[in-house]
């Protein structure tokens, strides 16, 4: 199980926060699928703080079945963190996450995302006004990367921001294997995943979750970098757009039963339908199309056919590519 503090889940392949896709029509595919906790895509302070009503509802949506889940939060700015951090706690989050790990660069410019792992003492007094303000209910998580680049001035950065927000009283740690540099080029060090895990036990820290992030695309690579790292948990990501069934293949091997065959063309549409039923409800007709446009370009690469009916989804309405779907393409 995973304990974030008094959060429990009995299940430690999480959902990550998804810059967007994990919206709410995702985050309940999951949980269907066998996700036990779901994040929200990564929300900005200013916006959560100065958010409508009406979009609110489109972002900050949440189902009465689909706690516990938690929220992700960028900025810059500790007030403004703290401000957009209750809000995300009145609309019924479970957990606030603070994303110290966006690699994009106009987030860098702005000194938000991956720029605080290059700013420790910002870091650590957001984590400081966050943690006070929340109630003592409300777990409260970072998201890290390896480090800034791959400099030892980095990973010495890299250690202050751990250590000093352990101290504050956070309730978890997500680390994905690359430095911010490198964005997504390159292979996530699990190595380096392997070394924090074994120095926060090293330190007493060892009750305090550690969740590693990167390259996870299989069920057999999931379970063999939580054996190879001793991580806690493991957050699903890229490998889960267009992927769900990730989750229940996870969860067999951790189980120790056989894997789970591929989804069926059947399978592959009934959800595929499912996901964009809960996105027009969410969106209506027109936006519903839109985002599920981007969903089913990587649902398609499960298809035996996954160039016609990856193309179809770029010209063709929804009906139609459902039909296709059925048909085997």
């Not at 009406?54 to 009465?64: Q, T, V």
């Not at 706690?67 to 209750?86: D, I, R, Y």
Request: contains cysteine; aromatic residues 8%.
């Amino acid at each position: 199980m995973l304990h974030f503090g008094p959060l429990s889940i009995a299940f430690p392949a999480i959902q990550a926060a998804l810059s967007g896709y994990s919206d709410a029509p995702m985050r309940r595919i999951n949980r269907k699928l066998g996700a036990e906790f779901t994040l929200c895509e990564v929300l900005l302070d200013q916006f959560v703080v100065a958010v409508s009503r009406r979009k609110a509802k489109l972002y900050m949506h949440l189902e009465e079945d689909e706690h516990p889940v938690g929220a992700q939060l960028m900025g810059s700015e500790p007030e403004t963190f703290v401000s957009a951090a209750l809000k995300l706690v009145d609309a019924g989050f479970d957990l606030i996450d603070l994303n110290f790990a966006c690699p994009v660069k106009k987030v860098l410019g702005r000194s938000r995302g991956g720029y605080l792992m290059s700013d420790p003492q910002n870091a650590a007094k957001i984590v400081q006004r966050v943690r006070q303000a929340l109630p003592d209910s409300i777990p409260l998580t970072i998201k890290l990367r390896k480090g800034f680049d791959d400099s030892e001035e980095s990973v010495r950065k890299f250690h202050e921001i751990t250590d000093r927000s352990l101290d504050l009283g956070i309730a978890g740690i997500t680390l994905h294997g690359r430095t911010v540099k490198q964005r997504y080029t390159g292979l996530s060090d699990w190595n380096f995943v392997r070394e924090v895990k074994e120095r926060l036990v090293a330190r007493n820290w060892g009750h305090v979750p550690l969740v590693g992030s990167g390259d996870l695309f299989t069920a057999e690579t999931c379970l063999s970098r939580m054996r190879e790292t001793g991580v806690d948990g493991i957050a699903l990501a890229r490998g889960i757009i267009g992927n769900p069934w990730l989750f229940r293949e996870v969860r067999a091997l951790m189980e120790s039963k056989p894997l789970p065959a591929p989804p069926t063309i059947r399978e592959q549409r009934d959800i595929l339908e499912e996901h964009y039923r809960l996105a027009e409800e969410l969106y209506g007709v027109k936006r519903a199309g839109t985002t599920m446009r981007g969903f089913g370009i990587r649902y398609s690469q499960l298809h035996p056919q996954a160039e016609t009916v990856r193309e179809a989804f770029v010209r063709q309405p929804w009906n139609t590519v459902l039909k296709i779907w059925y048909n085997g393409g």
